[in-house]
């Protein structure tokens, strides 16, 4: 049973482009959550969807950030017109219900770095 | 060795030493807290959880402490080997709030050969 996989690793955006993050959760998972990481911070939630649908989007920029987890296929977190400060880890998570109840697994992220 | 996992982000102690990780959560109505581990260039790994209705628990070579009244909460690693080295975070959720985990800042727990 693979765990939570992302990609790409690592992203490298010049400003104004867009960049896409993957997610596909684990097998039997029909929850994602993404999370974005600073160096030397800690995770911040961003957005909790479940298929089709965005449950929680509380913590997403309103602006230029978006994402889907449609009935089939990854989760998909998109970034548009990125900027210097946007560079960061995002983590992707998945759990079989939500966090309140059960383990959630993560990937291992993606790096992006906007040039 | 012992650390305030919010105030002190670096915690060293000697290999077979007993480490306590310390977190204070702000949120009186979470009422599930993880600790994850996370090594460098890696996502969260989930170390241990407990829920609010607990105050202890106990896996392999770990212990989580949950004290409510002062909103805090520690891991208790015993006999530290060199994997254990990386940063620990302690994160809530159930407040109430975002349907996501908080996560704390972390500590980088380091182990001394």
């Known amino acids: 049973n693979a765990g939570v996989m992302q990609n790409p690793r690592h992203l490298v955006r010049r400003r104004g482009q867009e960049a896409r993050l993957r997610c596909s959760p684990m097998?039997?998972?029909?929850?994602v959550y993404w999370y974005r990481q600073l160096p030397e911070e800690g995770l911040k939630f961003m957005v909790y969807?479940?298929?089709?649908?965005?449950?929680?989007e509380s913590g997403m920029p309103k602006e230029r950030f978006s994402a889907e987890f449609p009935k089939e296929g990854p989760s998909i977190l998109r970034i548009q017109q990125v900027v210097r400060g946007d560079s960061a880890a995002y983590f992707c998570?998945?759990?079989?219900?939500?966090?309140?109840?059960?383990?959630?697994?993560f990937g291992q992220g993606t790096r992006l770095t906007v040039v | 060795g012992e650390s305030v996992g919010l105030h002190l982000p670096t915690l060293s102690v000697q290999e077979g030493d007993n480490s306590i990780i310390n977190c204070a959560y702000s949120?009186?109505?979470?009422?599930?807290f993880i600790w994850y581990k996370q090594e460098s260039g890696k996502g969260p790994q989930f170390i241990i959880d407990?829920?609010?209705?607990?105050d202890k628990r106990q896996g392999q070579r770990v212990t989580v402490l949950l004290n409510k009244t002062v909103k805090h909460l520690s891991l208790q690693i015993a006999a530290t080997q060199p994997g254990d080295s990386a940063v620990y975070f302690c994160?809530?959720?159930?407040?109430?709030?975002?349907?996501?985990?908080?996560f704390g800042k972390g500590t980088h727990l380091i182990i001394q050969p």
């Open positions: 949120n009186s109505a979470s009422d599930y």
């Open positions: 097998k039997g998972h029909s929850h």
């Open positions: 994160a809530e959720t159930g407040g109430g709030g975002a349907d996501g985990l908080t």
């Open positions: 969807l479940q298929k089709e649908n965005i449950i929680d």
């Open positions: 407990i829920r609010s209705n607990m």
């Open positions: 998570a998945s759990s079989s219900s939500g966090t309140e109840n059960t383990e959630a697994f």
